[in-house]
């Protein structure tokens, strides 16, 4: 197995360019700035994941503001571009809200799947969003993931036997896909089945093969957070903070250690 997360790569990435790169945005109604603060979010991630949540916790505050901007504005051009733009939009303001206050936002959560499920309506399943080769797949993924944050798992359960079929996965195999995962979930908070233990079983199996090559070396953070989220924090009363639960990532990529104390302190030294 080929480990492309390499934290001390990262961590001179963004001594040599990306903070500066980060802090020196600025705001300009003639840009998409909420698309800029979602991706600006992804650094704030990028940057957590080896130490550097202080430095950034600036940026993280200005990417919510330019997020919160791109809904008010309603970001994204027209038709289904706006409205994918707006559902993202609503899903990364929720999980950056979460990851600074370690506040669930249920209100957005709940408005990230209305404007889901209107794609679905308004563009045939969502095929003008996702394609048609993808609205079993990555469209049924994400539509869990958020039936999830929502608590909304009556609709995931409907959501997924649409698309998917009403077979009901073995234990065996749920960790096959994010989105028989996320039926299970579902399944078990509205229905009682499955275990705790079958669930973190599938769920740790699902992280580790996703979290390297498919998350994180993709730049795909909110995706990996997201999970992470699901998996331990979501419904749990002794749950981790955001940043203790970010970092578990680290448990789900072999062969790789977060960088020391001693390492990151140095690195912030350097800020003066």
């Known amino acids: 197995m080929t480990v492309r997360v390499l934290p001390i790569k990262r961590l001179e990435s963004i001594l040599e360019f990306s903070y500066l790169y980060d802090k020196n ?30 430095p950034y916790l600036p940026i993280l505050e200005r990417s919510i503001e330019w997020m919160r901007y791109g ?16 559902i993202c939009l609503h899903e990364n303001l929720a999980l950056a809200l979460w990851f ?5 936002q249920p209100e957005l959560w709940r408005q990230t799947l209305k404007l889901h499920e209107q794609s679905l309506t308004e563009y045939q399943d969502g095929a003008g969003i996702y394609g048609k080769g993808a609205v079993k797949t990555i469209q049924v993924n994400d539509y869990m993931r ?52 079958e669930l973190q079983h599938a769920a740790k199996i ?5 979290m390297d090559d498919e998350w ?14 699901t998996v331990y924090w979501n419904r749990q009363a002794d749950a981790p903070n955001p940043r203790q639960v970010w970092m578990k990532a680290y448990d789900h990529l072999p062969d790789v250690e977060p960088l020391s104390e001693e390492v990151i302190q140095a690195s912030l030294a350097s800020l003066g």
């Open 100 to 104: 600074r206050d370690g506040i669930d």
């Open 25 to 54: 945005k600025k705001f300009s109604p003639e840009k998409p700035m909420g698309n800029i603060g979602m991706s600006t979010f992804e650094s704030v991630l990028n940057a957590s994941l080896v130490g550097w949540y202080q």
């Open 71 to 86: 809904i008010s504005v309603n970001e994204g051009g027209a038709g289904a571009n706006q409205l994918f733009r707006q």
């Open 216 to 229: 994180l070396d993709r730049g795909r953070y909110s995706d990996a957070l997201l999970w992470l989220k």
């Open 146 to 197: 958020r039936c999830l944050q929502a608590e909304a798992y009556e609709d995931g359960i409907i959501g997924y036997r649409h698309y998917c079929g009403d077979s009901i996965p073995t234990g065996r195999n749920l960790h096959a896909s994010e989105r028989k995962l996320g039926y299970a979930y579902c399944l078990h908070y509205a229905e009682g089945r499955y275990s705790a233990d």
């Open 206 to 210: 699902l992280l580790t093969r996703r």
